[in-house]
């Protein structure tokens, strides 16, 4: 949503049939790029806050036809800011709605107890131990290893991944063919959770993955089908 406004958000959904639509905040005065997130809908966003304070790039929390959204993208350089983060996330879903039906989703920057496999080869580890030599602000490790605390958290809390549900096996969500700067290698940092009372609701989760995916962003949108 770089580069977005309220107001360019609002004209943007409206052209696909979305005439609600949240920004978590407007650019930055000075133009640097904040990377903030956002939602539309085609049914009325109610219950809206945007959080800014202790998350890097914002996070929206709302309620779209009974079902409670949370829309985040976690610190890219810390993997303890980003447990602060989810922290926050999971004590206010339990705050708000514990017995909601909850729908958790964003760039999570982190990996999942999960995909052990698809990391077991050290590629992805090993990157990021260069790539900390190189640019000390970037703390990604926890003793100098992949960190999986950050999703463990989340799978503890009762929340099912929905895109492993359908797909055992590994497969990655970045880099695009359009690389961007956090690995060469396969990974998957981009998740839709659902709370656990939303399993049965479940009909599919999809990668996608085509020509214009491949070079519109350095990771690939996660598309979850339920049933109402």
């Given at each position: 949503?770089?580069?977005?406004?309220?107001?360019?958000?609002?004209?943007?959904?409206?052209?696909?049939?979305?005439?609600?639509?949240?920004l978590v905040k407007e650019p930055e005065p000075n133009g640097?790029?904040?990377?903030?997130?956002a939602i539309t809908s085609k049914y009325p966003i109610v219950n809206v806050q945007r959080v800014v304070d202790n998350m890097i790039h914002g996070l929206i929390i709302a309620e779209i036809e009974g079902y409670h959204f949370m829309?985040?993208?976690?610190?890219?350089?810390?993997?303890?800011?980003?447990?602060?983060?989810?922290d926050m996330m999971l004590a206010s879903a339990k705050s708000i709605a514990p017995q909601g039906k909850w729908l958790i989703m964003g760039d999570l920057n982190s990996v999942s107890p999960l995909d052990k496999e698809g990391y077991?080869?050290?590629?992805?580890?090993?990157?990021?131990r260069e790539d900390m030599k190189k640019k000390p602000h970037n703390q990604n490790l926890i003793n100098n290893e992949l960190d999986y605390t950050v999703q463990q958290k989340v799978l503890d809390a009762g929340y099912v991944d929905a895109f492993k549900f359908y797909h055992?096996?590994?497969e990655s969500s970045a880099p695009t063919k359009l690389f961007y700067d956090q690995s060469k290698y396969p990974l998957r940092y981009d998740y839709?959770?659902?709370?656990?009372n939303m399993k049965k609701d479940l009909v599919k989760c999809e990668i996608i993955k085509d020509k214009f995916t491949?070079?519109?962003s350095d990771?690939?949108?996660?598309?979850?089908?339920?049933k109402k």
């Open positions: 949503m770089n580069g977005f406004t309220q107001r360019k958000l609002q004209e943007f959904a409206e052209s696909y049939g979305h005439p609600y639509a949240i640097s790029i904040s990377f903030p997130v829309v985040t993208h976690f610190h890219p350089f810390s993997a303890e800011r980003r447990g602060y983060e989810i077991d080869n050290g590629l992805v580890l090993n990157h990021i055992p096996r590994f839709l959770y659902v709370s656990g491949d070079v519109y990771h690939y949108p996660v598309v979850l089908f339920f």
